[in-house]
């Protein structure tokens, strides 16, 4: 499933489009950069509270996309980075635990 | 007894996300133009460049204390700062050992060694901007170990600050102070945290431009200046004290 099909499926809004065309391979969910660094899989929507532009740099180093989860809104300088740095940015007003469960329920599954 | 005014929380350009105009003599021309009677050099988990930063310093009357800010295992910056450069540099080898990534500049920005003369001298590998494997506590219990003074940094703030981050003060923690946020005032501070009413507040301007240096800062009444002295006046003993800038408020 690319990020635009789940983007639109999930109502998930669009905050940085880079890649929306782009196969989505797994999704991740984690707040600490140094768990993401080490175990998010390249390719995944990474499903974060984490708001600041560490985030974008982690994204870009490990080759995913970003979904903000429970009605976060980026830093200024997050979304800077991630313009920067190519990475797609989505969030959602649904809180963590049930933006996950929906896009299991559509078929994405963890990391490869 | 004076009030000598501190910014301890100066970053390098050795910091990944620090100006690269953050070379030792402009940090000193522009702490000693702000009136600045020390400041402490906190790269992100290192202390490479704080040798540099002190030599630049003699002869200004700049006192320089030599830290880092340690990404804890919990991604809560600590404000190391020790009275030797020897315990400085045995911190570093202690959240090096457990520091794991390689920098790639072009995504987390450049980490510059320099000399007092600046000169590059390297490109710091490490990845500075990653975490340790060390918890807060083992964080803060070895700054302790080797003579240091330990603050939560930015305290308040989401990202990286000890209660922003944690939503708690965690018990038995023995930090030295708080650091806050610039745009938080000490007032609304101890409403919203009155678990740490026991621990001083400070200021400082956690400066990543050459701007930024001495924006906040915070005096301590002291006889001469020194890190046994900071600790002393952080816990007001011998009639010493502290005065946050912003709120004016004496410590006793
Ligand atoms: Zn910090
Ligand atoms: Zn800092």
Redesign the interface.
């Known amino acids: 499933m690319t990020l635009r099909a789940l983007a639109e499926t999930l109502g998930l809004e669009v905050l940085s489009a880079w890649d929306l065309d782009r196969e989505v391979t797994g999704a991740y969910v984690a707040d600490?950069?140094?768990d993401v660094?080490?175990h998010a899989a390249p390719g995944s929507l990474w499903i974060t509270l984490?708001?600041?532009?560490?985030v974008a740099?982690v994204a870009?180093?490990k080759e995913l996309s970003v979904l903000l989860a429970n009605g976060r809104r980026p830093?200024p300088d997050m979304l800077e980075r991630a313009r920067e740095?190519k990475v797609t940015v989505l969030a959602t007003g649904l809180p963590a635990f049930e933006i996950a469960g929906r896009l299991y329920a559509a078929g994405l599954r963890g990391g490869n | 007894m004076r009030v000598w005014r501190a910014d301890l929380h100066v970053h390098t350009c050795l910091s990944p996300c620090a100006d690269l105009a953050m070379a030792p003599r402009t940090i000193i021309a522009r702490a000693a133009a702000r009136g600045l009677d020390a400041i402490g050099v906190a790269d992100h988990n290192s202390a490479a460049n704080a040798p540099a930063v002190q030599r630049a310093a003699r002869g200004s009357g700049l006192t320089v204390f030599a830290g880092m800010e340690v990404t804890s295992r919990e991604e809560v910056h600590i404000l190391a700062l020790f009275g030797a450069l020897e315990a400085a540099f045995a911190m570093q080898e202690f959240v090096q050992r457990r520091l794991p990534g390689r920098n790639r500049p072009e995504i987390f920005g450049l980490q510059v060694l320099v000399n007092e003369e600046h000169d590059v001298l390297g490109f710091e590998p490490r990845l500075l901007a990653g975490a340790t494997g060390w918890s807060l506590s083992e964080v803060v219990e070895r700054v302790h170990r080797l003579g240091g003074l330990a603050f939560a940094a930015h305290a308040d703030r989401e990202a990286f600050g000890l209660l922003g981050h944690l939503g708690l003060l965690p018990r038995g923690l023995a930090l030295d102070g708080l650091e806050l946020s610039p745009n938080t005032s000490e007032a609304e501070f101890r409403r919203r945290w009155p678990e740490c009413a026991e621990l001083p507040l400070l200021r400082f301007s956690d400066a990543h431009s050459p701007e930024q240096i001495g924006r906040a800062a915070t005096g301590f009444r002291l006889p001469e200046l020194n890190l046994e002295e900071l600790r002393k006046a952080l816990r007001g003993a011998e009639g010493r004290g502290i005065l946050t800038e912003a709120a004016s408020l004496w410590k006793n």
Not at chain 1, 50 to 54: F, G, L, P, R, V
């Open positions: 600490l950069l140094s660094l080490a984490q708001t600041h532009a560490n740099a870009a180093l830093d740095h």
